[in-house]
């Protein structure tokens, strides 16, 4: 029987695609519970299900995001999840299926740019993504060290309630601006993150802590989310995980730290998904009680409408070039495209000239936030230099002074 791929026509079909997701995931929630809880939050029209007679067998959704790009401009894009195809069914194509009726759904939305967090490595290169930025796990031994200096504010260890959330939200609004690879965050995180809901996968709210920073005109400028594990062994041994962090000072991001580091019964605090250049360890007394570990990849980034993408980002330097850029992908093929880019603007359009060189889509959208140096995006897939320079002077053009981070898990 062939694999039809459709639309979801409404929270009827939800029901069918969350059973595919959680037994994909090897989950085993309340299938119509979650169901009726992401009917407020999943768009029909971006969700897509493979239909193997009257059994779904395989999904691909996103939801409609704002994406900072380098040089602080946004762009409108398609935040990808809940990919996934039955085990009984892999290997007969229906991702690729998917992916290509949701791309091709995306371009009519008018999103610039997909973004996804892979759960495995090799399987989203081939449909045009590339890892566009990483992070790591700070960890601290609290014990070993202090975080000198003078507090610029005061901070207040605030309920988990609508007004903190409101609160932390105003504060993320402005620092995600600020970043390239930063996106904005649909209301239900946040509702699910400071306990206002109900998280229908485990049936469980968030229980755990928010801690605002004030300035000293009392005005919210930080916050950090986290949770506690207390633990004993022949004296107190706890752990703090923190979740989430951003400050709009430095005064406030250091004094949350400070604030972090000297809680009592803690000897160890966790903050996942920091970007490599968070600056903590050279804040800290003893810069070796933070150990940086979990290196690894975090967002990834397909390009799907390039001219816009590459002429709305800024650049550090000046370079001008042909780019033959081939997607893997049905119905992609390679264009050719002339970038004449500088610190003053970019223009990017079509082309009929020789390259000066060609590459994948996905190492593009790898290096396309400059956090990925897009020589290393072409060492395994390869790259034809038809300029001698030419990969060397696009590796610069796309690399950027500050590194790209992405704290959001969605």
Known sequence: MSIEIRNASGPGDYAAAIEVMSTAFLERPDVAKVAASISTHWAPERTWIAWDGSRACGNFRSWATQLTLPGGATLPTAAVSAVSVLPTHRRRGILTGLATAAHDGMVESGDALAILLASEYPIYGRLGYGPATRDATITVRSRETTLPGEPSGAIELAPLSA??????????????????????????????????????????????????????????????RYTADPKWDDGPTGE??????????????????????????????????????????????????????????????????????????????????????????????????????????????????????????????????????????????????????????ADALFRTTEEPWSSTFF
């Not at 409101?166 to 400071?194: C, Q």
């Not at 042909?322 to 004449?340: C, K, N, S, T, Y």
Request: charged share 25%; with cysteine; glycine share 10%.
């Open 163 to 224: 007004g903190t959330r409101d609160a932390a939200r105003a504060v993320y609004e402005v620092a995600r601006l600020r970043v390239a690879g930063e996106m904005w965050r649909r209301d239900v995180t946040w509702n699910l993150d400071t306990a206002q809901e109900e998280d229908a996968f485990d049936g469980k709210r968030w229980r755990g802590f928010i801690a605002l920073h004030r300035d000293a005109g009392g005005v919210v400028d930080g916050y950090a």
């Open 240 to 393: 703090l995980d923190v979740l989430d962090l951003h400050a709009l000072s430095d005064g406030a991001y250091a004094d949350l730290w400070r604030f972090l580091l000297s809680i009592d019964l803690v000897t160890t605090v966790k903050a996942g998904h920091r970007p490599l250049s968070d600056p903590l360890p050279w804040l800290l007394s003893n810069p070796r009680a933070a150990g940086i570990g979990r290196v690894g990849d975090r967002l990834w980034v397909r390009i799907l409408d390039l001219p816009l993408a590459l002429e709305a980002r800024a650049y550090d330097r000046a370079a001008k070039l042909v780019l033959e850029v081939a997607d893997a992908a049905p119905r992609g093929g390679a264009r050719r495209w002339l970038i004449d880019a500088s610190p003053d603007g970019a223009t990017c359009c079509p082309t009929d000239a020789s390259p000066d060189l060609t590459l994948p889509l996905a190492a593009l959208g790898a290096a396309y936030l400059g956090g990925t140096r897009l020589r290393d995006a072409v060492r395994a897939t390869g790259a034809d230099e038809h300029r001698a320079g030419a990969l060397a002077e």
